[in-house]
């Protein structure tokens, strides 16, 4: 009799401690002291959501939710709290990274295991310090119900996944540089400023952007090839300028170019939506 293995369909919240190793190395009483009180806020805040902690093993804590919204509103309450808790044991408060990822996983005892977990852990560490990163699954349960500020940072390859994973990120501690946080053990990058536009519009606009981007590669492409077939005009038959021949429809392949990714609106978005939209209410009939 082969024993069944138990599944289910759950968001899974991966969370770890930013520079752990050289805190516990600077002082490893507070330190600790600070872990278990920052233990005491996640479980806290996880009853509040009705999730379910399932592991706090060293300084990592995972949990899972049966409800996408609620995790996602917990990974925030937590962070926001994080950010304002008083810090008494050492000199830096402790701030984490948390990760999120809705996924099948598989049931062992109170433990769980799969690729839905492994991805939460791998967006975990994508995470900025004090942030939270969410994959592309999660994002499209929340985009309508939580007008919350996540920033598509791309489709990411993470180790031992098969195929890119879609991330978005939300910097709660973007804005005025906490100096307490400053000396965290991980090199700070320049952080966009946080303009006030919903995330269809900045898929949009970033989806602009690669146009253009991709637009002006084939231009110095199919550039540098009309100037090469230029000079070998030049050198072997100046009399005769053929160059023009090969030229031209490059020119107007790069001139229809231009106007696909200039020109005003975007006519495969516009085509790609309503093409969505008809094959949905197909199905749906």
Known sequence: MTQTIERKLTTILCAD???????????????????????????????????????????????????????????????????????ETTHKAPVFRIGLNLGDVIIEGNDIFGDGVNIAARLESLAPIGGVTISGTVYEHIKSKRPIGFEYTGAQNVKNIDGAVDVYALDILRGPKNSSNEDMDHEATAQPENLDISSEEETRIRKQVKREAGFYRRALSMGSVIFFLFLINIFTSSGYLWFFWPALPMTFVIAMDALRVFGKGHHSDDWEEKRYRHLKSKKGR
Request: aromatic residues 6%; proline residues 1%; charged residues 25%.
């Open 17 to 87: 401690m930013c520079g752990y190793s050289r805190l516990m190395e600077q002082d490893e009483e507070g330190t600790l002291k600070a872990l278990k009180n920052a233990r005491a806020l996640f479980e806290e805040e996880i009853n509040n959501f009705s999730g379910r902690v399932i592991n706090m093993a060293g300084d990592a804590i995972i949990a899972d939710f049966s409800s996408v919204v609620k995790a996602v509103d917990c990974a925030v309450a937590i962070q926001n709290r994080m950010k304002n808790a008083p810090n």
